[in-house]
């Protein structure tokens, strides 16, 4: 780390929260820090059980959502949700909401104890975009019903992903994003935001590329983020226009203009098809084989 670094990390780990054990310097191969202090967990830097006791004795619970839509739920959920029980969050309270257009296909899962599951009916959409970017929507609407009843944080997540190692209580915070697995060693210059002057998600740069298949928060975080983005998606489809990656173009300009408080490095979802990195010590969460061209609606 430089000397600037070295600052940021000081201030990060100098309060008395569960953050206060991060080790940032256990990790001198990857960013540990933001310019504005905010952690980027990767594997070696934290104390998981140190965490898990943090958490529970704060009360925390998570909210879980995912879209599984059309014939997504048939080849994704029961994998998703089984591997979830294994390693998500787990000793904590969590609320599943499933989203689909075929509630009664949803398998039914063994939950462990403190753990509940509902399915929210949505409407198929007639573009796999639409299906996309109205999640943002469905999320904040369920948010504002009983999410915000029920749990302290929110997690969503694409469907099309399974959980292979411990993702804990060391991925919450008030704001969380994730570094896309693909972009994250590229220069900025190479990252694919919206280039479209004419879309609210037009970014000339950016911190980060992030990856919208995992991000999270406080339940009220997360309420923000999908309204803004759900504002930014219809004003885009008033003026006839639609971002480049949808709603992650989206996703990313609102995580520029509100920075993360909390970053989650590429072993929180990664894909195998990129192949060995010396910087990815563990699998957290892995793509699963995508077969787009049978699974997504015209």
Known sequence: MDKCTLERAEM??????????????????????????????WEGMFNPSHYDQIHRN????????????????DA??????????????????????????????????????????????VERQARWQDISMMRMKAISDVIESDIRHHATHVFCFDVDQVFTG??????????????????YHLPKRLLTYDRNPKSKAFMKTGDFYYHAAVFGGSWRSVKALTEAC?????????????ALWHDESHLNKYFWLHKPSRILSPEFCWDTRIGYRR?????????????YANLRTS
């Open 58 to 73: 704060e009360g925390s619970s998570v909210a879980l959502t995912v879209f599984a839509v059309g014939r997504y739920l």
């Open 12 to 41: 990060l780990t100098s309060g008395n929260s569960a953050d206060a054990s991060l080790d940032l310097w256990s990790r001198n191969d990857v960013q540990t820090c933001t310019s504005w202090k905010a952690p980027i967990i």
């Open 230 to 242: 759900d504002r930014s998606i219809k004003a885009d489809k008033e003026n006839g226009v639609e």
């Open 279 to 291: 910087d990815i010590e563990v699998y957290r969460l892995l793509w699963a084989p995508k077969d």
């Open 76 to 121: 994704y959920l029961e994998a998703f949700l089984t591997s979830s029980e294994q390693h998500f969050m787990s000793g904590l309270p969590v609320s599943y909401y499933v989203f689909t257009d075929t509630p009664e296909k949803v398998p039914n899962i063994k939950l462990a104890p403190n753990r509940r599951l509902t399915v929210v009916k």
């Open 166 to 183: 411990r993702f804990g209580p060391e991925a919450l915070g008030d704001s969380v994003a994730l570094l896309h697995a693909h972009y």
